[in-house]
C-alpha cells in the first residue's frame, strides 16, 4: 500500500487493536524452558509437533491461559494445557 492517510489510518487500527486491546504475550524464557521440556516429552513418545504450535502452547500454558482454537488436535498432547474449541457456527 502507498503511503497516504488511508495507510497511517490502518497502521493505527492495527496498532491500537493488538497492543490496546489483545495485548502481546511474549516467547520469554519461562515459555522456553516448558516448550523444550514438552518437546523432549512428546518426542520420546514418537510425537513430532510444529516449532511453532509449542510455543503458542507454551505461552499459554506459563500464563495460565486457555488455548482457544479449531484445532485441538494439534495440541492435544501437551500437558498442562487447557484447550477450548473456538469454532463458531455461522
Not at 511474549?26 to 509437533?49: C, F, N, S
Not at 484445532?71 to 477450548?84: K, M, T
Amino acid at each position: 500500500m502507498s503511503d497516504g492517510k488511508k495507510k497511517q489510518e490502518i497502521a493505527e487500527y492495527i496498532n491500537e487493536l493488538v497492543l490496546g486491546v489483545i495485548g502481546v504475550i511474549p516467547y520469554d524464557d519461562r515459555a522456553a524452558v516448558w516448550h523444550a521440556k514438552e518437546r523432549a516429552r512428546l518426542q520420546t513418545m514418537g510425537i513430532i509437533r510444529p516449532f511453532a504450535d509449542g510455543q503458542i502452547a507454551s505461552i499459554a500454558a506459563i500464563n495460565s491461559l486457555i488455548l482457544v482454537t479449531r484445532n485441538e488436535r494439534d495440541f492435544q498432547h501437551y500437558e498442562g494445557l487447557c484447550i477450548e474449541n473456538g469454532y463458531v457456527e455461522p
